[in-house]
């Protein structure tokens, strides 16, 4: 019980915000919210609670063995970082320029594949939550991660009425926002773990 306490009292409320601002950009809810139409209109049953359990369980694994597997490699965190903050940069470029630069299928059916991985749990999300170990304490990232999840609950379980009332321009002009944020912090990442290497 103490040392639960312990690792939480180490929450951080101003990286929690900041991670979450991030992490929610790369998972992008909004931004996906016309493949999950597009696979209903496939006729595939899409459960909204079991995307969201399946994907913070991916997260959480990650998060937590990400930097052994680093370790099994001998591969610094403020290298991969530099590495991670390329491909979120990459991302970044794709969703403020409407560019395909990562190519992925959506093959499978169902809640888990491919909603919860690989288009919210993915390869994008796993880059980003390493890459932010390197600033961020892995308390902070938790208390994040459950928000993200709480969000994507939320416009899952709200989709078709988003789609309505907000409209496709709105979620365009969200998208793009996130886009903006994300190149940000990718800079930041590439650029500030250089200047702690050298």
């Known amino acids: 019980m103490e040392s639960i306490q312990n690792f939480f009292g180490t929450v951080d409320i101003w990286?929690?915000?900041?991670?979450?601002?991030?992490?929610?950009?790369?998972?992008?809810?909004?931004?996906n919210i016309p493949v999950t139409m597009a696979i209903e209109e496939r006729g595939v049953k899409i459960s909204a609670w079991r995307v969201c359990l399946a994907s913070l369980i991916i997260l959480l694994a990650f998060l937590f063995a990400g930097?052994?597997?680093?370790?099994?490699?001998?591969v610094q965190i403020e290298f991969f970082a530099i590495a991670g903050g390329f491909v979120i940069f990459?991302?970044?470029?794709?969703m403020i320029l409407d560019i395909t630069i990562f190519k992925t299928t959506l093959?499978?059916?169902?809640?888990?594949?491919?909603?919860?991985?690989?288009?919210?749990?993915?390869?994008?999300?796993?880059?980003?939550?390493?890459?932010?170990?390197?600033?961020?304490?892995?308390?902070?990232?938790?208390?994040?991660?459950?928000?993200?999840?709480?969000?994507?609950?939320?416009?899952?379980?709200?989709?078709?009425?988003?789609?309505?009332y907000m409209g496709q321009t709105t979620l365009y002009i969200?998208?793009?926002?996130?886009?903006?944020?994300?190149?940000?912090?990718a800079c930041k990442l590439m650029f500030g773990n250089?200047?702690?290497i050298f």
């Open 67 to 74: 930097e052994w597997i680093l370790k099994l490699f001998g």
């Open 90 to 94: 990459l991302m970044a470029l794709e």
């Open 194 to 196: 250089m200047a702690a």
């Open 107 to 164: 093959d499978g059916e169902g809640s888990i594949v491919p909603l919860a991985f690989p288009m919210y749990a993915g390869p994008g999300a796993f880059t980003a939550l390493l890459a932010i170990t390197a600033e961020y304490s892995i308390a902070s990232l938790c208390v994040s991660l459950l928000l993200c999840i709480l969000v994507l609950y939320l416009v899952l379980i709200g989709t078709h009425w988003l789609t309505k």
């Open 15 to 31: 990286q929690v915000l900041s991670s979450f601002i991030f992490l929610i950009a790369i998972i992008d809810p909004f931004g």
């Open 174 to 185: 969200i998208r793009k926002f996130f886009g903006i944020i994300v190149l940000a912090i």
